[in-house]
């Protein structure tokens, strides 16, 4: 659908933007104008709404688009911008979000200890009577030790060992929050990403009430989030990206898929992105709903 609108001509005939340039030319020359024009102009909004002028360009198109960031800085999960999401919960434009996350990790040194943050955000911007908020905000700052093989061959191997915190950074009453710790194994080979992310979650009293600002504030969060994470990911030749990522609480036969598909941009220094999501755990606020969104917008990539 998205090649199908970029092949359409815009501007259309008549258009302001190209009617000085096509005054007293012929029709030929006019059509030629118009068909440049609109060319440019798709171009030119594609590059500035998708390039960060601090990318760094891949120059084979198997290898993934890398980014050159300030310091010891990597991207760690995906980090996109997608301005159209859509629930099947939502009954009229107020109900469309901004879905962005911003997602970045620190080699500690020289050593395998990493540090990373996390932040997801839902905007619900057309929703003017209520002055655009913001219905949900994620953090999650994150910390690992990473085993790799060593002198074995298999360098394309790896293990993870982590803590994570995830919360919503509400008040009392409505604080969501938990901690966990982890094993992921991963791999990276060819065409080839993947990694299993296993879980136990840190235990938490339970709260005396609804105010008191100690305590568990998701005590049934395992039976929607269960208690694991399986990730694969295929890079095509000429850089598209298919990424498909599973949970599932088996206790309680409830579970989630995401699905994201990414295609670089003209000037390949970032990429179109679409997401979809169905299931339950979808964020902190809503993870007891079962509910299906889909996105679309850019992203950069790691």
């Known amino acids: 659908m998205l090649g199908r609108c970029l092949a359409r001509p815009w501007p259309q005939r008549g258009s302001v933007f190209l009617r000085p340039v096509v005054e007293g030319a012929s ?17 030119a909004a594609a590059a500035v709404l998708a390039s960060p002028v601090w990318a760094q360009n891949s120059a084979d198109p198997f290898e993934p688009i890398s980014v050159d960031l300030p310091g010891r ?7 996109y911008v997608m301005p159209l999401t859509w629930t099947d919960e939502s009954e009229g434009s107020e109900d469309v979000e901004l879905n962005f996350q911003i997602s ?26 209520n002055s655009r908020p913001f219905r949900e905000i994620n953090y999650s700052p994150e ?4 085993f790799r093989p060593g002198r074995l ?36 080979q060819g065409h080839w990403r993947g990694h299993l992310k296993l879980w136990y979650r840190i235990p938490e009293d339970e709260k005396d009430g609804s105010e008191d600002p100690t305590g568990d504030d998701n005590p049934e969060i395992l039976d929607y989030y269960g208690h694991h994470e399986l990730r694969l990911e295929y890079l095509f030749t000429g850089g598209s990206r298919l990424s498909m990522t599973t949970r599932y609480a088996f206790s309680e036969n409830r579970g989630a898929l995401q699905l994201q598909y ?32 889909i996105g679309i917008g850019f992203a950069l990539l790691r």
């Open 153 to 188: 061959p298999m360098d394309w191997l790896g293990l993870d060992v982590g803590w994570e915190h995830e919360s919503n950074g509400g008040a009392v009453g409505e604080s969501r929050s938990w901690d966990r710790v982890y094993l992921r194994p991963w791999y990276e």
């Open 262 to 293: 990414a295609w670089p941009t003209p000037t390949r220094e970032s990429y179109f992105f679409t997401q979809l999501f169905t299931g339950y755990g979808e964020s902190l606020e809503t993870f007891k709903s079962n509910r299906t969104r």
């Open 104 to 129: 970045l990790r620190h080699q500690v040194g020289d050593t395998p200890f990493y540090l990373a943050y996390t932040q997801e955000s839902y905007l619900r911007w057309l929703d003017e009577e």
């Open 27 to 43: 029709r030929t020359e006019e059509r030629v104008i118009r068909f440049a024009g609109s060319r440019v102009a798709i171009l």
């Open 73 to 79: 800085l990597e991207l760690h999960r995906p980090n």
């Open 143 to 146: 910390a690992w030790y990473r």
